[in-house]
Every structure is written in C-alpha cells, then in structure tokens.
C-alpha cells in the first residue's frame, strides 16, 4: 500500500491481532447460533482467508485449548471447566447460564493469545479472519521476478509506480533512476522476492506466488491510482520469473464525500491520558475483503485532512478493479497521539492512541459521522488509568474487573486489548505484545487472575464498535456489513506490583 493507504489496513485500532476478533465476517447460512443440545454451551470457529476473493473453510479446534468460565465462589471467581473439541466446534454440558468462553487461536502472531467472549449467549459463532492464500507453500529463497511492464505514456517525473500481489499480499515499490528511467514508456528490471525490498501487507510470512494471486502493476500521481496493469496469473518459480504486462490510464472521476474534521477534533480532546497530536486522514481502496469489512486492497486515491479543511471530499479516482468485486471501500481513520517514556523499560519511548474510525462502500454523497461512542476514562479495579506510570497493586490470586467511560452509551458490544510493553532485543525501542483480549456486551467485565503477572508493564486499549455485525444479538460474528465504526482509547500505561 501507499502513504494513508497503511494506516487503512490498520484502521480498526489493533491491526492483526484484532482482525480474527472484529474486522471480519461474511455470511455463512443464516449466521445465527442454534443450540443442539439445552444442556450444551459451544462456540463454533469458521476461518475465512482473503485472497483475490474471500474463501471459507472449517477451523480444526480439535489441537487448541479452550474453556467455559463458571462462576463461583471461590478467591478466583470461577472454575474453568475444559471445553471438548470436535472438528471445528467446542462444547461443554453445562446446563445453565452464560459462561464466559475463553479460547486460543493458533494463527495469532507473533504471539498465541486467549480471547474471552463474555456474552449473553451459551452458542456462539466466531469468524477467524487471515489474509492469506490458502495452502501457499513458503516463498522461495532465491525467487525473483523479470518484470516488463509496457506504459500507456511515457515516464514523468511526477509519477511512482509499484507491483502490488493480491493473494501473497506483499508489494514493491520501483525506485527511480535504478529501476526505470523518467521519459521512457517500459519498465524492465528484476526484482528479488524478499522482504528486504518488498512490503509485508499482511503482516504474515511471505508465501510463493501462485496462480490463484493477482499481480498487479500501479502508476501512481500523489496518492492516486492513476494506471494499472494485470500480469498473466502464474506459478512463482524457485529462481527467476518471467513476467509481462501492459498499462492502461485509470478513469477517474470527482468523489463526493463529507467527514467532519470539527466534530472529530472536539471529540477527541476529552479522552484521559489527553492525546497532544491530531491525525485525520481516509482512504479508498479496492477491497477483495469488503464484504468483511476491511479496506485492505489497491489504493486509489488518500489524503491527509486538516483541522481548518471543511470536510468535503472531491478529488479524482478511478477503480478499474470494480469488475473483479473489489468495491471501492472508503476508511476515515482519525487519531490523537500522546507519548511517554517507560520508566521500567529502560525509559524507552512508546506512542499511544485514541480515536475514532469509520469503514464505508463507496457511494456518491457519502457522510461519515464516526458514529461509535469514545472511550474518555478505563478503570482498573475501580483505580482510573488516566495517568501514565502508574503502579498497581492486583492479588495474584482474584479476578480483575476492568471498566471504559465513554462519550456515549450506544455501543454494540466493547472489547478490551490488553497488551504487554517489552523491550526489543536490540533494547532500542518498545515491542507491543498481545497478552489478554475480551469482547463483552457491558463496558465492565472481569478478566481471570492470571492475566496480569507482577512487575510485567502493560496498558489496555479500549474499544466500543458500532454497526457491523447484524447477528450479534443471536451470537454470531459470522455475518458482516457496512457502515462499521470503532471508538479506542489506550489507557495509562502501568506497571503490575505484588499487593
């Protein structure tokens, strides 16, 4: 992707790791949970892989662990009552209520996390979501690509191009002068396939190119699509690649879009720990997994906005990849910023967010209104995070409770990410690591105790999700529409003591 394009991919406040929980979906049956046995809870996994189209399959469960939370009256809260596998559903005979559903998923990297799903349903449908081509054996150590690409004009000075792989999800951009020479009208270089010169798009380990992947050739002007070629599909061999294409202009025609720069700005002021820097931006892309809810795809056209700008949208795009089904889908991705230096963690600097994003198809007159309530205040145990470095103090031995304030009381559901702060190898920066999540109905909800582990740094990013998912009442993340908006907060980072 391209300049705002990246921050696109990430619009819903967590990247990968939030994608399997909630930036996909699809439609599979009539997505409502029905429950086989009155005495059975269960939670079903479907996985859904976005290549050049998305492709749903089974999830095995059968090697992953997974249990039903049963409260009770113990120090902790609950017992954990083991959940049976088989093939891609897990149960357990528990004959009343609603038991939290802890589970661990086995594609989550860099690291495996459990996610807890504390809803009012005993049946629930839960989608994996992975941009991937499925069965793709690993990319070739010594692969790279012979690439000629014939121009429908010849190179100006104004214009970038790149390779863009739908299906591997990964891309190159050219560079000037080495790899194609202004007032030319062809391309001709190869290209190593490795992730020193290619762009990871996915986030996951590069795979071979193969004939179900789409490779792409993109001009660029600024920021918009304005060419694009189509490469013959074929099977990426282990040493050199052939490949050929020829370029055409991009239609482009004015879009018709209002955000409101205004409103964001004063919504986002009122969060604690206060951001200090204010990012708006969208972006439009051809999205092969649009019916999921995510823009990642070819951008077509992105901009920056501005405080003072009015908020109407009017620049040209094209999308010659429509016919394929790639809907041209719009992201408004909005944030405000603070940093801190980790006093524990050799004070090395991290960045933290609030924000409010919106996922919409295309359509002419569209207004996004970023209609997701904000987090403004997280508890820990009733103690406010509303201040970075904090210390505190949880027994080792009980349930925590966690808690979000926000702007408004609307939200679908909520989710709360708990990440662990650690510092990289080379002890130059901080790494972000996924250690907890929970999705749950009520903006307050209770986390086992062996989530936290004293002298471990944390903060906890807060989230309250808006339209979206049409089957949630039935417990069924499976189905997935558009208009979608998240609201996040990263609370106070804080480091966990013994009581």
């Known amino acids: 992707m391209r300049g ?26 009539d997505g409502i949970a029905v429950d086989a046995s009155p005495t059975s809870v269960t939670m079903e996994i479907q996985r859904i892989s976005v290549g050049t189209t998305p492709a749903r399959s089974t999830y095995d469960v059968s090697q992953l662990p997974a249990s039903f939370l049963v409260p009770d009256t113990s120090a902790a809260g609950f017992k954990r009552v083991k959940a049976t596998a088989a093939g891609d559903t897990w149960s357990a005979e528990i004959p009343g209520g609603t038991p939290a559903m ?20 005993r049946n629930e449908k839960v989608l994996y979501g992975i941009y991937e081509q499925p069965n793709a054996p690993a990319a070739p150590v010594n692969g790279a690509l012979a690439v000629t690409i014939n121009l429908p004009t010849v190179i100006d000075p104004s214009e970038s191009y790149q390779l863009y792989s739908v299906g591997s999800w990964a891309n190159h951009g050219f560079t000037p002068t080495t790899d194609f020479t202004v007032g030319t009208g062809v391309i001709s270089v190869t290209v190593p396939f490795n992730a020193t010169l290619w762009g990871n798009i996915s986030g996951r ?7 179900a992947d789409e490779m792409l050739a993109l001009r660029y002007v600024g920021n918009q699509l304005t060419g694009a070629a189509e490469f013959a599909p074929f099977d990426q061999s282990d040493t050199t690649s052939t490949i050929a294409a020829t370029m ?20 986002l002021a009122m969060p604690t720990p206060k951001g200090t820097a204010l990012a708006m931006s969208w972006s439009l892309n051809a999205a092969p997994g649009s019916e999921i809810a995510n823009g990642t795809g070819p951008q077509l056209q992105a901009a920056g906005v501005a405080l003072a700008d009015s908020g109407a949208l009017a620049v040209p795009f094209g999308n010659p990849f429509a016919p394929k089904g790639w809907k041209s889908t719009f992201t408004w991705a909005t944030s405000n910023s603070r940093t801190f230096a980790v006093p524990g963690l050799g004070n090395l600097v991290g960045t933290f967010y609030c924000g409010l994003n919106e996922i919409a198809e295309y359509s002419p ?37 966690l808690s979000l ?71 069924s993340f499976w189905d997935r529409n558009l208009p979608y908006s998240v609201g996040f907060l990263d609370a106070g980072v804080f480091t966990v003591t013994a009581p």
């Open 4 to 29: 705002f394009g990246a921050l696109a991919a990430c619009l819903l406040a967590g990247c990968a790791q939030l994608f399997g929980i909630h930036e996909t979906s699809g439609n599979a049956g």
């Open 102 to 121: 802890e589970i661990t998923l086995g594609l989550d990297l860099p690291d495996p996390f459990r996610r807890l799903y504390a809803l009012p349903q």
């Open 205 to 211: 380990p590069f795979t071979k190119i193969t004939s």
């Open 248 to 267: 055409t202009a991009v239609a482009a025609a004015p879009m018709d879009v209002h955000v409101s720069p205004t409103n964001i700005s004063g919504r």
């Open 365 to 401: 007159g569209l207004t996004l209104d970023t209609p997701a309530a904000l987090p403004v205040l997280v508890s820990i145990n009733s103690m406010t995070l509303a201040t970075d470095g904090q210390s505190i103090a949880l027994d080792p031995t009980k349930p925590v409770t």
């Open 405 to 475: 304030v926000a702007d408004k009381t609307d939200a679908l559901f909520y989710q709360f990410n708990i990440y662990e702060l650690r510092v990289n190898a080379a002890a130059t920066a901080l790494e972000t690591h996924v250690a907890y999540v929970v999705v749950t109905q009520t903006p307050t909800t209770t986390v086992p105790n062996d989530v936290f582990v004293a002298g471990k740094t944390y903060f906890i990013r807060s989230h309250t999700i808006q339209g979206g998912y049409p089957s949630f009442a039935q417990g």
